[in-house]
Nanobody, 122 residues
């Protein structure tokens, strides 16, 4: 069964950076939209960023625009989220997702990773 596995989470001070990676188990993901979502304690899961299969089109939530950058390498079946200027409010479990449609709604994604914790201290 196709799988997504995230890595790269951890504890960082405010203003710092982290790079999350998502490894896909199958090459079929190269034709999918890849996205990142996050869920903070007590809150609903929210959209962070998405990237089309070709990598030329991206979309990010306003709260992270100019700080976070999504990218992908179809040859390696990976996606990444570079997070700069991190804030305490970025603390959450970050999930990688893949789906056939361009969407900022989690319902549009069929495959999900297990999540990786990002904690930003003040």
């Amino acid at each position: 069964q196709a799988q997504l596995v995230e890595s790269g989470g951890g504890l960082v001070q405010a203003g710092g950076s982290l790079r999350l990676s998502c490894a896909a188990s199958e090459r079929t993901f190269s034709s999918y939209v890849m996205a990142w979502f996050r869920q903070a304690p007590g809150k609903e899961r929210e959209f962070v960023a998405a990237i089309r299969w070709g990598g030329g089109t991206t979309h990010s939530a306003e709260s992270v625009k100019a700080r976070f950058t999504i990218s992908r390498d179809n040859a390696k079946n990976t996606a990444a989220l570079q997070m700069n200027s991190l804030k305490p409010e970025d603390t959450a479990v970050y999930y990688c997702a893949a789906g056939p449609k361009w969407s900022d709604n989690e319902a549009g994604y069929d495959y999900w990773g297990q999540g990786t914790q990002v904690t930003v201290s003040s």
